[in-house]
């Protein structure tokens, strides 16, 4: 299948700062690509959609200005958490769709392996 | 908002087959189902997808009704590794076809 890679995979940082997270699709393009969040012992809440060249579309009760969210290209998405807060701590998760049927059969999405913010 | 519900938690013997129930009794014509695992700290893993017919591959089946209300996800032979969150998701076939997770189902297979 599709590989979906993310960097960092771990990051701790002040309050007050940024964070930037990168999401590749290694052997496929990917136009849209989601952005998720999970909690500790809860499931995956989608937090945005991205489409290569488009601004994002976030879901309701995401901050567009606090989650900023880049598709430069087909292969990478990134989401930067601006002014990061405690209450930012989580694992964040991307994932992305391979639209040329190569690697998928029908609108899979296939995910990376998250990146564990832990913000002081 | 997801549209299925399944069970919190269900243990499984090694060596039994596993099967995991899910609801999804709004689903529309034209929305598939998808199951997909997670294990620990670690990114989704697609399992199988169907619309209206069971389905079969390498990892597991999935048996629709034929109401499409309901699926179970049948793992034949359980090991140790097959310990994940399962979930069940109804895609919406919107124009970015997002997927909206449920709350899963925790696996725990029991030696």
């Known amino acids: 299948g599709a590989v979906v890679s993310q960097h960092p995979s771990r990051v701790i940082c002040k309050s007050g700062t940024s964070v930037k997270i990168e999401c590749r699709s290694l052997?496929?393009?990917?136009?849209?690509m989601f952005w998720y969040r999970q909690f500790p012992k809860q499931s995956l809440m989608l937090m945005a959609t991205s489409n290569e060249g488009s601004k994002a579309t976030y879901e309701q009760g995401v901050e567009k200005d606090k989650f900023l969210i880049n598709h430069a290209s087909l292969t990478l998405s990134t989401l930067t958490v601006t002014s990061a807060h405690p209450e930012d701590s989580s694992f964040y998760i991307c994932?992305?769709?391979?639209?040329?049927?190569?690697?998928?059969?029908?609108?899979?999405?296939?995910f990376g392996p998250g990146t564990r913010l832990t913000v002081l | 908002d997801a549209k299925t519900t399944q069970p919190p938690s269900m243990d499984c013997a090694e060596g039994r087959a596993a099967n995991l129930p899910c609801n999804h009794s709004?689903?529309?014509?034209?929305?598939?189902v998808y199951w997909y695992r997670q294990i620990h700290s670690q990114g989704p893993q697609y399992i199988i997808h169907?619309?209206?017919n069971n389905e079969t591959n390498e990892m597991a089946s999935l048996i629709i009704t034929e109401d499409r209300k309901s699926s179970t996800l049948i793992l034949p032979h359980a090991t140790l590794r097959d310990t994940a969150v399962y979930y069940c998701?109804?895609?919406?076939?919107?124009?970015?076809?997002?997927?909206?997770f449920g709350t899963g189902t925790s696996l725990t297979v029991i030696p």
């Open positions: 052997d496929f393009q990917a136009t849209t």
């Open positions: 169907g619309l209206k």
């Open positions: 998701i109804v895609r919406v076939p919107t124009t970015g076809n997002q997927f909206y």
């Open positions: 709004t689903i529309s014509g034209n929305e598939y």
């Open positions: 994932s992305a769709r391979d639209l040329s049927g190569r690697t998928t059969t029908y609108n899979e999405q296939f």
